[in-house]
């Protein structure tokens, strides 16, 4: 049996690479029948691919005197690169992955920034969905913020780690840190169903972030 596999009864041994953009949220959603995505949800893409377009239009636009609401010339030629920049930085960010059921294969945009891979394999070479959850010291109001995550592993750590579901939510005093986890761990279950693994339920204890910020 794989040594490293992680279990409820056993923090995770992770090595995968740190992050070095925005924690990007993916969702899961079943395509056809025969495919499964993970990849960012359409309000993400539409509000990257807004902020590209507005930059554009902003920046070559002052030149001509365009006026966008209240903005004038003057704030467009620089308001302009900044949401461009902002919206690239989203979509270096993201990551995506589909999983054909049918052929038992998996493509994946791997990778942050400029430098992103597509990796290709079969999903014998998966090994468990994991549920995760991170308390945030900080109080907040009302309570106390715990950041649940889905994340796929590969046998051996032959790719980095994937959180394929994100879910935050305020806790109160006294509760439990699982306590609001019902909705994502059924996804979870579901998904990992789908792809023929395992599913292990680890947010009754706290997890650190598994991908790190640079």
């Known amino acids: 049996m794989y040594p490293e596999r992680p279990t409820p009864e056993r ?35 539409t509000l990257t691919y807004a902020c590209l377009v507005f930059g ?14 209240i903005l004038g010339p003057e704030v467009l030629v620089w308001t302009g690169p900044l949401v461009f920049f902002s919206g690239l930085w989203g ?23 400029l430098f992103k891979r597509i990796v290709r394999g079969s999903l014998a070479e998966l ?18 913020m715990v950041v649940y995550r889905l994340v796929l592993h590969w046998k051996h750590n032959k790719e980095p780690l994937l959180i394929i579901g994100t879910e935050r939510h305020v806790l109160s ?14 996804n979870g279950a579901r998904w990992a169903s789908i792809l023929g693994l395992p599913f292990y339920d680890n947010s009754y204890f706290h997890s650190p972030e598994p991908l790190r910020v640079l």
């Open 56 to 69: 554009v239009v902003a920046f070559f636009g002052s030149f001509v005197g365009l006026n966008i609401l």
């Open 173 to 186: 005093t006294g509760m439990n840190l699982n306590a609001k986890a019902g909705h994502i761990a059924h």
């Open 127 to 144: 090994d468990a969905v994991v549920l995760l959850a991170e308390q945030d010291p900080t109080p907040t109001l009302g309570g106390q």
């Open 91 to 113: 979509q270096l960010s993201s990551e995506r992955m589909t999983c054909d059921t049918r052929a038992k294969s998996y493509a994946r945009r791997e990778g942050q920034g």
């Open 11 to 45: 923090p995770q041994l992770i090595r995968s690479r740190n992050k070095g953009g925005l924690e990007t949220p993916l969702a899961g959603r079943i395509w056809r029948e025969t495919r499964l995505i993970f990849a960012p949800p359409a309000w993400y893409d």
